[in-house]
């Protein structure tokens, strides 16, 4: 499971950076290969950047490649996404999610766990 204490949502306006925490307080996180998703209003859960086990490895959705980086602490069981240049069309909620696999999957179908999420809006 990923229980997670999240902190960094909130609403920003266009333009602005945001940082997004994950704690995986009750899960074996180094083992993981761990994620963040968001699903906006009306529209399917996307994802947006995916880490790999030892944190050397990243991949990014083209919609937020260049603007949002991904990293991991595995001492303190945390994972960061860093959104940079925001834009209105990523208010969505964020979500962090983990699964076993080694390598970096793009579909929410491949999660084994999920946090709850957190609320980004950006204003214009």
């Known amino acids: 499971r990923c229980s997670c204490r999240r902190l960094g949502g909130g609403l920003v306006q266009a333009g602005d950076s945001l940082t997004l925490s994950c704690v995986a307080s009750?899960?074996?996180?180094?083992?993981?290969?761990m994620y963040w998703f968001r699903q906006a209003p009306g529209k399917e859960r996307e994802f947006v950047g995916g880490?790999?086990?030892?944190?050397?490895?990243?991949r990014y959705a083209d919609s937020v490649a260049g603007r949002f980086t991904i990293a991991r602490d595995n001492t303190k069981k945390t994972l960061h996404l860093q959104m940079n240049n925001l834009k209105p069309e990523d208010t969505a909620v964020y979500y962090c999610?983990?699964?076993?696999?080694?390598?970096?999957?793009?579909?929410?179908?491949?999660?084994?766990?999920w946090g709850k999420g957190t609320q980004v809006t950006v204003s214009s």
């Open positions: 009750r899960l074996r996180f180094t083992p993981y290969t």
């Open positions: 880490i790999n086990r030892s944190g050397d490895s990243k």
């Open positions: 999610a983990a699964d076993p696999s080694p390598v970096i999957m793009t579909t929410s179908r491949a999660m084994n766990y």
